[in-house]
């Protein structure tokens, strides 16, 4: 029987390789990330064997994983990040001779995936048929399958601002895990939507430079919470750390203050009754584009190569920030030289405490010291010090952004708001949080970040430029669309460099905020 268990235990480490090969990426930041992508690969690897006693049919069920598992291995040592949604694209949607080319490009090696799928059948094969796990056995590690997963989903929910618990069970280690995802991405794949928005004919300047471009989108945050414009507190000290690296805007409009009406600005336009969106002209100037979002799916998010949204109100509860890097760091790496990446987060959405964890819980006492309630007036000081802490978690999600950027030897440019802001009891009136009719200054006054590398600024030193000498300009939403497109080196049909605040001939222009449905009201007169 011990040769058995050893033959069992060899199969079982083959499947785990792919998971073993995570830890030499810079995808796991910690011994806690390593924890949580280990027991979560090991939970997926032995959840079948409840419903499979026969421990050979378990093996051998595995069996067209394993080769797969060899190739995961070699693909994330090579682009140091697991194969991503952009490989996975190319390799379903590449032809036979192609793909044909590609294979022999791997000589002699090419013959180790076959050989690795003959060598795990032969040694599933030869596991005594006779061996299954009785019933007490699979009720037993259901049990210790089922237990442990309760305990922490339920301390994940209750008790994150207290313990840093290991990420078991958040999407980014479930994309980080194999056989996990490979299952997460080929889903993404079948639910890619055909649609497009209208062209208005993107193209490059330059088609031949690598380039990345990534566009991040936080949530409720607001501009006077960030040290650059005024605040006591160092709410960002990664990003502050990064000194002049950092482009600060300190004048930036929102044009609503409640999402669905402000996110769109940021990423389509209006042309009479016809719409278009920068996934879709970044894709008409021969990008490879990824939107990938901690919030609900959009339309606007159509004509990109990959897409990721939260699609549930677990995903809402559960899902941090940090679970989108994962995906991130695959596509730069995997995606080809010229990308788009959309990132849109959840940032400083109420409830603020399920936004951070304990690494983050820098001000106290919070709203979850007080039990977790709806903020009142009297608590003031606490709903400031949990929404403070949410930007302390953004501050990390940004920074582990920009060191992703870091290692890349193209130009590399980034773009950080917010959709809007949030107000925090800040007067007589004593609003709290945001949406409600009538924009006012807390939550329509939004940041605007800047971050590029010196690869960037060489071979874009008139948009570097420009970003610099106009970060004391009024700027609105509205000049964000073309000034991404602007950073990139894209033209379009209806362009206007002086709408762009990464151009020498910007001009300011009259900022308006939509305060319902139908009316709008001047910027500069909130109050």
Known sequence: MRREFLKAGMLGLWLLLPSLAVLLTDHLTSVSDAVGLLVFALFVLAAPLVLLPRVRTYFLLWTPLSALAVLYCYLTLTFRSVPGDALV??????????????????????????????????????????????????????????????????????????????????????????????AMSLARQAHLRNKTYASVRGRATNPATPLLVVLVVGESLRADHLPWNGYTRNTMPLLQA?????????????????????????????????????AQTFREAGFRNAWISNQEPVPYSLGSHVMEHATGTQDYHFRTDANLLPMF???????????????????????????????????????????????????????????????????????????????E??????????????????DERQLILHSRSGATRYDAHVPMLAWMNESYRAAFPTQAAALRANQARKISHVNVFPTVLELAGVEWDGRDSSESFASPTFREHRRRVRIDLTRWEDYDGLQ
């Open 242 to 278: 990064m000194g002049p690296d950092i482009i600060n805007f300190g004048d930036v409009a929102s044009t609503a203050n409640w999402t669905f009406a402000a996110f769109p600005a940021i990423v389509m336009r209006e042309r009479g009754e016809v719409e278009f969106n920068l």
């Open 409 to 426: 030897g193209r130009p590399a440019v980034l773009l950080f708001t917010s959709d809007h802001g949030e107000n925090l009891f800040d």
């Open 329 to 407: 760091t695959s596509f730069v790496r995997q995606a080809g030289p010229r990308q788009f990446v959309l990132l849109h987060m959840n940032g400083s959405h109420f409830p603020y405490e399920e936004r951070y964890g304990i690494e983050s819980k820098v001000y106290a006492p919070t709203l979850a010291d007080l039990g977790g309630k709806m903020p009142a007036l009297q608590d003031k000081a606490a709903a400031i010090n949990s929404y403070d802490n949410t930007i302390v978690e953004s501050d990390r999600f940004l920074a582990r952004v920009i060191e992703v950027l870091k290692k």
């Open 89 to 182: 694209q190319s390799a379903l949607n590449t032809g036979l001779g192609m793909s044909w080319q590609v294979v022999s490009a791997f000589g002699w090696r090419v013959w180790l995936l076959p050989a690795s799928l003959v060598a795990y059948a032969a040694l599933a094969c030869s596991i005594d048929p006779a061996w299954r796990l009785s019933a007490s056995a699979r009720k037993g590690l259901l049990a210790l399958l089922l237990v442990p997963a309760m305990l922490l989903l339920v301390a994940r929910q209750a008790l994150p601002q207290h313990f840093q618990l290991p990420p078991v069970f958040e999407h980014g280690t479930a994309n980080l895990a194999f056989p996990s995802g490979l």
